[in-house]
């Protein structure tokens, strides 16, 4: 816009300037604009761009008219321009205006146009039509048509765009005019560029889009100033014919017209906003629920009815019924001293004050007089407002009746709800003289089994609870030991009482259910001991008692070992049935002054008191263990045995509660460590094992997420001919400080954690990549295959199926080239979902590998009915298959019913020529073990299937 701005005010200096170019200049300005136009279009993206396209055309035609003129063609083109300019003009007028109808901005612009069409007639279009020059009759009438366009939408709400465009148009008809009336010479045409310019800045302007869009607001009342001056238009006409007396005549009684009308209209407004003053009033008087309400309501609508900005004050007084002379019942405006002085002196501001009573002529009862409105105000506000406020006087006055009546219904109602409640109550009801029963509410009889009525209240009463009669609250004990909550209100004082107030609560069954719920809440439901709740509260007594008479308190830990497998291989059914077993047992092995508890899972507690020496704790956890060595017999059929882990800790240990609780669990933590069914005592480098078990986690974390791992490969062998057929994937960690860390110290950590997911998901990654280059750098018939090891929490990941097969389609190896292993317990499980997932990567070709065979629970007939395609025979039987025929005679087994079921075998551990060739003549076909290779690095491995390759060819 500032260049195009600028650029407009270039040219009219220039045109000022070169008289000569005036046509050229004029021509160059017009098809500025509609560039403007047409830029302005596309930058502001215009939804309806058509008027604007004919605004564009109306320049055009314009400014080509200017470069032709005097021709006739330039006076055609120019006279053409206007209807065009006119049609845009209404366009928008028609955009803007939408559905509504402003019918005063209508008025408005033919008040105008009429105006200056008798002025047009007067000094134009009269003469000319004289002198027949009807070809320059299209100017003036072009000027009047776009006079009463433009009009009409600078009337409505202004726009920036509107604005600059019916700006250049009225500089553009103004110079028309001082043109025609030969006020101005060829100057004139500077009217133009004002046209133009505006056309081009409207067109700029971001506001251009909303000409085009329907104004939100109705339409408006237009001001007082602006209908006089629409109203002078005639005698402005007059004036410009020439200044006479009827000129001036006309002048004054069109203004004293107008004065009357305004103070008519005022009145108009001010009965208008009376009346919506007092239907608000009366929507708030009906909705007001109290008083205070009304009064609210009643000010609000005073501040209404008054004019703007009005100091006042109102007071709402309730009648009084009293003796004297007659309240007046008339409304009028008094002096305030006159007032009564309560009301006087919050009205004290004002000299007098508009009294209205609120009188109700057909009330039923009472006096008609409600209450007595008093506004004041300045005295000349007070007049006009007094029938007003007699209305509003009478809306308040029938409020407050509602609100009376409506208080007087509800009293009654409530009597009757509170008389009802009372004699259908459950709650028995006394009011007592002294201590004889004047009342008893209809409920006694179903709680005494008779009429209290004239008894003493001590009689109803346990012997032994006769103390607690001035307790308010307290639980009494009643005929048949019915439990009886007492609430006593001494309403001696109280005339329609006059007694005190007993109220008696059968609370036998709630007492009752409270004991349950307490119970329920410190004890477990399923074992019936205590929970962990109760246990540490048991505990916190135990140690204040033991820290007085010097006793030791002892705390176990027990949990059992491998219920998991109970739960997973019998299900869950038995596996309750098997801890409410070992719970039974461990109470029966407690004195009848300890405590067992159960603190969730197959985690169990016991709370050891009121012993001298720490060895009757360790005495308590050999009789446990010996209690939990009888098998449980679950479901009357299958018997169990309970295997169990023993935390131990006393008090010379530790003195709080939490302390002997983490100490305990140190202690079971070790005592799982040491194996099966036995028990440990706490010792305190056992907190230093535990810290660096957290160290250890947190650092396997950091190791997780910046990948400090490696794998090495260990090579699996053909025992026929010495050669790798394939290579097992081992990871290894790299410890910051302790270098290379072993699977054995951080594997269990990783499957607690969870970090075996992305530990795994890492192996299997790095593994197929390795496998991928090897199978790249070696002949096609000497292509290894890689065997990982898959955690079954792998399986249990959403997805783990697909994650396999994008990770081999990523490396671009056959599924053929993968083997995953898994541990041997899986076998007996109940992993359902796992073998679905394995029978469908099988499906792709991936070959499943049983790991350390033979040393979990499981049986050799469940190789069978799981999809497996290989057998790793443990190392623990092949070290002993030499020296013992017990273990020699199992491999063989193994090897056998493998071969028979179409299993693979392949040995792990082998480390001598001589479990070599035994294993050989045995039909094992593969093996693994430091005989060969310990595990390498990618490269290395490489090498040493190079190696063999090499041998062979030379």
């Given at each position: 816009?500032?260049?195009?701005?600028?650029?407009?005010?270039?040219?009219?200096?220039?045109?000022?300037?070169?008289?000569?170019?005036?046509?050229?200049?004029?021509?160059?300005?017009?098809?500025?604009?509609?560039?403007?136009?047409?830029?302005?279009?596309?930058?502001?993206?215009?939804?309806?761009?058509?008027?604007?396209?004919?605004?564009?055309?109306?320049?055009?035609?314009?400014?080509?008219?200017?470069?032709?003129?005097?021709?006739?063609?330039?006076?055609?083109?120019?006279?053409?321009?206007?209807?065009?300019?006119?049609?845009?003009?209404?366009?928008?007028?028609?955009?803007?205006?939408?559905?509504?109808?402003?019918?005063?901005?209508?008025?408005?612009?033919?008040?105008?146009?009429?105006?200056?069409?008798?002025?047009?007639?007067?000094?134009?279009?009269?003469?000319?039509?004289?002198?027949?020059?009807?070809?320059?009759?299209?100017?003036?009438?072009?000027?009047?048509?776009?006079?009463?366009?433009?009009?009409?939408?600078?009337?409505?709400?202004?726009?920036?765009?509107?604005?600059?465009?019916?700006?250049?148009?009225?500089?553009?008809?103004?110079?028309?005019?001082?043109?025609?009336?030969?006020?101005?010479?060829?100057?004139?045409?500077?009217?133009?560029?004002?046209?133009?310019?505006?056309?081009?800045?409207?067109?700029?302007?971001?506001?251009?889009?909303?000409?085009?869009?329907?104004?939100?607001?109705?339409?408006?009342?237009?001001?007082?100033?602006?209908?006089?001056?629409?109203?002078?238009?005639?005698?402005?006409?007059?004036?410009?014919?020439?200044?006479?007396?009827?000129?001036?005549?006309?002048?004054?009684?069109?203004?004293?017209?107008?004065?009357?009308?305004?103070?008519?209209?005022?009145?108009?407004?001010?009965?208008?906003?009376?009346?919506?003053?007092?239907?608000?009033?009366?929507?708030?008087?009906?909705?007001?629920?109290?008083?205070?309400?009304?009064?609210?309501?009643?000010?609000?609508?005073?501040?209404?009815?008054?004019?703007?900005?009005?100091?006042?004050?109102?007071?709402?007084?309730?009648?009084?019924?009293?003796?004297?002379?007659?309240?007046?019942?008339?409304?009028?405006?008094?002096?305030?001293?006159?007032?009564?002085?309560?009301?006087?002196?919050?009205?004290?501001?004002?000299?007098?004050?508009?009294?209205?009573?609120?009188?109700?002529?057909?009330?039923?009862?009472?006096?008609?007089?409600?209450?007595?409105?008093?506004?004041?105000?300045?005295?000349?506000?007070?007049?006009?407002?007094?029938?007003?406020?007699?209305?509003?006087?009478?809306?308040?006055?029938?409020?407050?009746?509602?609100?009376?009546?409506?208080?007087?219904?509800?009293?009654?109602?409530?009597?009757?709800?509170?008389?009802?409640?009372?004699?259908?109550?459950?709650?028995?009801?006394?009011?007592?003289?002294?201590?004889?029963?004047?009342?008893?509410?209809?409920?006694?009889?179903?709680?005494?089994?008779?009429?209290?009525?004239?008894?003493?209240?001590?009689?109803?009463?346990?012997?032994?609870?006769?103390?607690?009669?001035?307790?308010?609250?307290?639980?009494?004990?009643?005929?048949?030991?019915?439990?009886?909550?007492?609430?006593?209100?001494?309403?001696?004082?109280?005339?329609?009482?006059?007694?005190?107030?007993?109220?008696?609560?059968?609370?036998?069954?709630?007492?009752?259910?409270?004991?349950?719920?307490?119970?329920?809440?410190?004890?477990?439901?399923?074992?019936?001991?205590?929970?962990?709740?109760?246990?540490?509260?048991?505990?916190?007594?135990?140690?204040?008692?033991?820290?007085?008479?010097?006793?030791?308190?002892?705390?176990?830990?027990?949990?059992?070992?491998?219920?998991?497998?109970?739960?997973?291989?019998?299900?869950?059914?038995?596996?309750?049935?098997?801890?409410?077993?070992?719970?039974?047992?461990?109470?029966?092995?407690?004195?009848?002054?300890?405590?067992?508890?159960?603190?969730?899972?197959?985690?169990?507690?016991?709370?050891?008191?009121?012993?001298?020496?720490?060895?009757?704790?360790?005495?308590?956890?050999?009789?446990?263990?010996?209690?939990?060595?009888?098998?449980?017999?679950?479901?009357?059929?299958?018997?169990?045995?309970?295997?169990?882990?023993?935390?131990?800790?006393?008090?010379?240990?530790?003195?709080?509660?939490?302390?002997?609780?983490?100490?305990?669990?140190?202690?079971?933590?070790?005592?799982?460590?040491?194996?099966?069914?036995?028990?440990?005592?706490?010792?305190?480098?056992?907190?230093?094992?535990?810290?660096?078990?957290?160290?250890?986690?947190?650092?396997?974390?950091?190791?997780?997420?910046?990948?400090?791992?490696?794998?090495?490969?260990?090579?699996?062998?053909?025992?026929?001919?010495?050669?790798?057929?394939?290579?097992?994937?081992?990871?290894?960690?790299?410890?910051?400080?302790?270098?290379?860390?072993?699977?054995?110290?951080?594997?269990?950590v990783a499957e607690e954690s969870g970090l075996i997911v992305p530990i795994g998901r890492w192996v299997l990654q790095q593994a197929l990549h390795t496998v991928a280059q090897w199978r790249r750098a070696l002949p096609p018939d000497r292509l290894p295959y890689v065997s990982v090891n898959v955690s079954v929490r792998q399986f249990r990941e959403a997805g783990?199926?697909?994650?396999?097969?994008?990770?081999?389609?990523?490396?671009?190896?056959?599924?053929?080239?993968?083997?995953?292993?898994?541990?041997?317990?899986?076998?007996?499980?109940?992993?359902?979902?796992?073998?679905?997932?394995?029978?469908?990567?099988?499906?792709?070709?991936?070959?499943?590998?049983?790991?350390?065979?033979?040393?979990?629970?499981?049986?050799?007939?469940?190789?069978?009915?799981?999809?497996?395609?290989?057998?790793?025979?443990?190392?623990?039987?092949?070290?002993?298959?030499?020296?013992?025929?017990?273990?020699?005679?199992?491999?063989?087994?193994?090897?056998?019913?493998?071969?028979?079921?179409?299993?693979?075998?392949?040995?792990?551990?082998?480390?001598?020529?001589?479990?070599?060739?035994?294993?050989?003549?045995?039909?094992?076909?593969?093996?693994?073990?430091?005989?060969?290779?310990?595990?390498?690095?990618?490269?290395?491995?490489?090498?040493?299937?190079?190696?063999?390759?090499?041998?062979?060819?030379?």
């Open positions: 816009m500032p260049v195009f701005g600028g650029w407009m005010v270039a040219l009219v200096v220039a045109f000022c300037l070169a008289p000569a170019e005036r046509p050229a200049i004029r021509l160059a300005a017009g098809l500025s604009a509609v560039v403007a136009v047409w830029w302005g279009v596309r930058r502001n993206r215009a939804d309806d761009r058509t008027p604007w396209a004919w605004l564009a055309g109306s320049v055009a035609l314009s400014s080509a008219g200017g470069f032709l003129y005097p021709a006739d063609a330039g006076t055609v083109l120019v006279t053409a321009a206007y209807p065009v300019l006119a049609g845009v003009l209404l366009t928008f007028v028609r955009r803007r205006a939408g559905q509504a109808r402003d019918r005063a901005a209508l008025l408005d612009a033919l008040t105008v146009t009429a105006g200056g069409a008798l002025i047009a007639w007067t000094f134009v279009l009269g003469p000319r039509v004289a002198d027949h020059d009807w070809l320059m009759l299209a100017y003036p009438l072009g000027d009047l048509l776009c006079l009463g366009l433009v009009t009409r939408l600078l009337s409505a709400r202004r726009l920036v765009a509107g604005s600059l465009l019916g700006g250049g148009v009225v500089l553009m008809l103004l110079a028309d005019v001082g043109y025609e009336l030969g006020w101005i010479d060829d100057t004139a045409a500077l009217g133009r560029f004002a046209f133009y310019a505006g056309a081009g800045l409207a067109a700029l302007h971001s506001s251009m889009n909303f000409l085009s869009v329907p104004a939100v607001e109705p339409p408006s009342e237009r001001g007082r100033l602006r209908v006089a001056l629409l109203a002078l238009v005639a005698p402005a006409v007059l004036f410009a014919v020439g200044p006479t007396v009827v000129a001036v005549l006309s002048a004054i009684t069109f203004l004293l017209v107008l004065l009357r009308m305004a103070g008519t209209m005022a009145n108009h407004r001010q009965a208008l906003a009376r009346e919506r003053g007092l239907r608000q009033a009366s929507a708030a008087l009906v909705s007001a629920a109290d008083v205070d309400a009304v009064a609210d309501a009643v000010r609000t609508a005073v501040g209404q009815l008054l004019p703007p900005h009005t100091p006042h004050g109102v007071v709402l007084a309730r009648a009084v019924a009293q003796e004297g002379p007659a309240v007046r019942r008339t409304a009028g405006i008094v002096l305030t001293r006159d007032l009564d002085w309560a009301v006087a002196v919050r009205l004290t501001q004002f000299s007098t004050t508009l009294r209205c009573p609120m009188i109700l002529a057909d009330r039923p009862v009472g006096e008609p007089l409600v209450g007595v409105l008093h506004v004041g105000a300045p005295e000349k506000a007070l007049p006009g407002l007094q029938r007003a406020l007699e209305v509003l006087a009478g809306q308040a006055a029938l409020a407050l009746e509602r609100i009376e009546l409506g208080q007087e219904v509800t009293r009654r109602d409530s009597e009757t709800y509170f008389r009802t409640l009372v004699q259908n109550t459950a709650d028995v009801i006394l009011i007592l003289d002294d201590l004889t029963i004047r009342y008893a509410s209809p409920s006694a009889v179903r709680v005494f089994g008779g009429d209290p009525t004239g008894g003493v209240l001590s009689d109803l009463i346990h012997p032994d609870d006769l103390r607690l009669l001035s307790h308010d609250g307290a639980d009494l004990r009643g005929p048949g030991d019915i439990l009886l909550e007492m609430h006593m209100s001494d309403l001696s004082g109280e005339p329609t009482v006059a007694g005190m107030v007993i109220t008696l609560r059968d609370v036998t069954r709630q007492r009752r259910l409270e004991q349950e719920l307490t119970h329920q809440a410190f004890h477990d439901a399923m074992t019936g001991l205590a929970n962990r709740v109760l246990f540490h509260d048991r505990l916190e007594h135990a140690l204040a008692r033991g820290a007085r008479d010097g006793s030791v308190v002892g705390v176990l830990f027990i949990d059992l070992d491998d219920f998991k497998i109970v739960n997973d291989t019998l299900g869950h059914a038995a596996g309750d049935a098997l801890l409410i077993g070992v719970a039974d047992r461990i109470a029966g092995a407690l004195r009848a002054d300890d405590t067992a508890a159960r603190l969730g899972g197959d985690e169990f507690a016991a709370l050891i008191e009121n012993v001298q020496d720490p060895g009757a704790v360790e005495e308590t956890a050999n009789r446990i263990l010996a209690a939990l060595a009888e098998p449980i017999v679950i479901d009357g059929e299958t018997s169990l045995n309970a295997v169990a882990s023993i935390g131990i800790t006393t008090t010379p240990e530790a003195d709080s509660a939490d302390e002997l609780l983490r100490q305990a669990d140190l202690a079971l933590y070790v005592a799982k460590g040491a194996g099966k069914n036995q028990w440990r005592r706490y010792q305190a480098h056992l907190h230093g094992a535990m810290v660096e078990r957290l160290e250890l986690r947190s650092a396997l974390d950091h190791a997780v997420h910046e990948g400090h791992f490696l794998l090495a490969y260990q090579p699996i062998v053909d025992l026929g001919s010495d050669e790798p057929v394939g290579f097992e994937a081992l990871v290894r960690w790299f410890h910051p400080t302790k270098g290379i860390v072993a699977p054995a110290e951080f594997i269990a783990f199926v697909d994650e396999v097969l994008q990770a081999l389609a990523y490396a671009d190896v056959p599924p053929a080239a993968l083997m995953i292993e898994l541990t041997e317990t899986l076998l007996a499980g109940d992993h359902e979902t796992v073998w679905r997932d394995l029978a469908l990567l099988r499906d792709h070709g991936v070959r499943v590998a049983i790991d350390d065979f033979g040393t979990g629970y499981s049986s050799l007939g469940y190789l069978h009915r799981r999809p497996v395609d290989v057998v790793k025979i443990d190392k623990m039987f092949v070290d002993d298959m030499v020296d013992s025929p017990q273990q020699l005679a199992l491999v063989t087994g193994i090897v056998g019913l493998a071969q028979t079921l179409g299993l693979t075998v392949i040995a792990e551990g082998i480390e001598s020529p001589v479990h070599r060739d035994l294993l050989a003549r045995l039909g094992c076909p593969f093996g693994q073990g430091y005989l060969w290779s310990s595990p390498v690095d990618g490269t290395e491995a490489l090498a040493q299937m190079s190696y063999v390759q090499g041998g062979q060819a030379a």
